[in-house]
């Protein structure tokens, strides 16, 4: 029989939309579930303890509703609080996103590295271990954004979004001590490569930004290699936690990532 299971991803909006598009470019005929907690969104300006909670317990949900054979949390703040909690709950294989440090020190010439993320992923100890661990030798300094997410989030609704406002952000970077000499930035969110074009146009020149989204595609292309994907393209379903008119006004630009379905949890 043809397995037709899908690989589910999650985030609380849209910015896991950049992890489903590099795995899409390396398993086209897989079938995706993206699911978007759009009553719960921004995650970034929640407690761990809530995110801790809420996290397991919809992934349990989507889990039993779509049976899928791998779930992919692409949202660096779920990832670095409830990881270890979704795997515990779910007998299934379940990837992680977490802040691309390591290439990201791997590449730096000025030994000096900014991290752009949520307030919430920025402080986690996640992040102190990943430093020490990948980059003991640099600077690493961090910044918090929910502006950045919602301006990602206005941008895939069709919204023109303000150039100086990305100038001001990056500025939260730039302007710590030691800040001048950042030669890389890792977008330690998954909205933040959705403004990629926008955040490379307001940043000094040379400065390079580095995100996770092609490992995780190479991990999930490992985790499913000579599984079957059945016979039909692969089908693109997005659900939402709540669906309302915003959420429909999403359908042109979520076709664009092959998910031509809308549903609700």
């Known amino acids: 029989m043809n397995d037709t299971r899908p690989i589910l991803f999650f985030d609380s909006g849209v910015g896991g939309l950049s992890v489903l598009a590099a795995t899409r470019a390396l398993l086209p005929a897989a079938s995706i579930v993206y699911a978007a907690d759009s009553a719960g969104f921004p995650y970034g300006t929640k407690s761990e303890a809530e995110i801790a909670v809420r996290v397991p317990a919809l992934l349990g949900r989507l889990a039993e509703r779509y049976r899928p054979r791998l779930i992919v949390i692409a949202c660096n703040t779920a990832s670095t609080i409830a990881l270890a909690e979704v795997r515990a709950a779910l007998d299934l294989p379940v990837v992680g996103t977490v802040p691309a440090i390591k290439p990201a020190a791997a590449i730096s010439k000025t030994r000096t590295i900014g991290v752009l ?149």
Do not use: M
Not at 190 to 206: I, W
Not at 221 to 237: F, K, M, N, R, V
Not at 248 to 265: D, K, V
């Open 117 to 265: 993320g949520t307030d919430a992923t920025v402080r986690q100890p996640y992040v102190d271990d990943l430093a020490r661990r990948f980059a003991g030798d640099c600077l690493v300094l961090r910044h918090g954004s929910a502006e950045l997410v919602r301006l990602a989030e206005a941008k895939l609704h069709g919204h023109a979004t303000d150039p100086a406002r990305y100038a001001a952000i990056l500025a939260g970077l730039f302007g710590q001590a030691g800040g001048d000499r950042i030669d890389t930035i890792v977008n330690a969110c998954t909205h933040f490569p959705l403004v990629a074009d926008e955040l490379a146009a307001a940043a000094p020149p040379g400065v390079e930004f580095v995100d996770g989204s092609a490992g995780i595609a190479r991990r999930v292309a490992h985790l499913t290699a000579g599984q079957d994907w059945g016979a039909a393209p692969g089908e693109g379903i997005a659900v939402f936690t709540r669906g309302d008119a915003d959420t429909a006004a999403l359908a042109p630009a979520l076709e664009r990532f092959g998910l031509t379905r809308l549903e609700s949890l």
